[in-house]
């Protein structure tokens, strides 16, 4: 039975699947776009979906839960500090998962770009 199992294997064990998302999730919130595959980018996107909402709720027990992902105090710092209360006015949907045209060379595999969702301009 697969009761509450979710998310891709990825042809990787789960301490190499853990690994390569937190790797990702870091890269993402030091650079704020990444380029990847398509189905890595999706997976990532919940993860750092997850990430902004501990950021949105800013209280010690989210830093520590950020931390135990990020595993880096000035990337927690920014996520809470600058991240975080840019995508404060949403209700969800952090990321945003662009498909690219060309696929990756060499293996041909599917490439997509994932990045926060920039801030709503205010109608004023």
């Given at each position: 039975m697969r009761h509450r199992k979710t998310g891709k294997k990825l042809s990787r064990t789960w301490e190499h699947r853990k690994a390569m998302f937190r790797n990702l999730?870091?890269?993402?919130?030091?650079?704020?776009?990444?380029?990847?595959?398509?189905?890595?980018?999706?997976?990532?996107?919940?993860?750092?979906?997850?990430?902004?909402?501990?950021?949105?709720?800013?209280?010690?027990?989210?830093?520590?839960?950020?931390?135990?992902?990020?595993?880096?105090?000035?990337?927690?710092?920014?996520?809470?500090?600058?991240?975080?209360?840019?995508?404060?006015?949403?209700?969800?949907?952090y990321t945003r998962v662009v498909k690219l045209a060309q696929p990756r060379r060499g293996d041909a595999a599917s490439m997509a770009k994932v990045e926060f969702t920039a801030q709503r301009p205010s109608n004023e």
């Open positions: 999730a870091k890269s993402l919130v030091e650079h704020e776009s990444i380029q990847t595959t398509e189905v890595k980018a999706k997976e990532l996107s919940r993860l750092s979906d997850k990430l902004v909402r501990y950021g949105l709720e800013n209280t010690l027990h989210a830093r520590r839960k950020a931390y135990q992902i990020l595993e880096n105090r000035s990337l927690v710092k920014k996520l809470f500090d600058e991240i975080a209360p840019r995508l404060s006015d949403r209700n969800g949907g």
